[in-house]
């Protein structure tokens, strides 16, 4: 992983409304990869709210490498977007149908007191327009 791909982003797409977020993910990013290789994995579903990461096969016995290394069976446009073990993922309100994003926090991301059906702060993010 480069420098440059550690840096908390935000980024926003458009999609076909009738797509989940999975499916639109998956056009994007993962239409060339293996799906026993690289693949969506939904994290979690709420009336407002769905998240989701790109992420890849790891063996049963990873040795001593870093588990990020195993993305290289993920096309290279996916790589920057896949699993790692900072806090980043992709996100789509239900309201906002046509589009979706894709948020990297990175590792110091805190719990919201007060609001236990929220992990972190980084689930707050919502489409205005």
Do not use: H
Not at 8 to 14: D, G, M, R, S
């Amino acid at each position: 992983i480069d420098s440059g791909e550690l840096i908390p982003k935000l980024e926003i797409f458009t999609k076909d409304p009738k797509y989940t977020l999975t499916q639109a993910v998956t056009k994007e990013f993962l239409t060339e990869a293996n799906p026993e290789d690289c693949f969506v994995v939904t994290n979690f579903t709420t009336d407002t709210y769905t998240t989701a990461e790109i992420n890849y096969t790891i063996p049963e016995d990873p040795g001593d490498k870093f588990f990020g290394e195993y993305n290289i069976k993920c096309p290279e446009k996916a790589r920057p977007y896949t699993k790692t073990n900072g806090s980043q993922f992709f996100f789509m309100q239900p309201e906002k149908p046509s589009q979706y994003g894709f948020v990297r926090v990175g590792q110091d991301i805190g719990p919201l007191s007060g609001l236990p059906e929220i992990r972190d702060w980084s689930e707050t993010i919502r489409f205005l327009k």
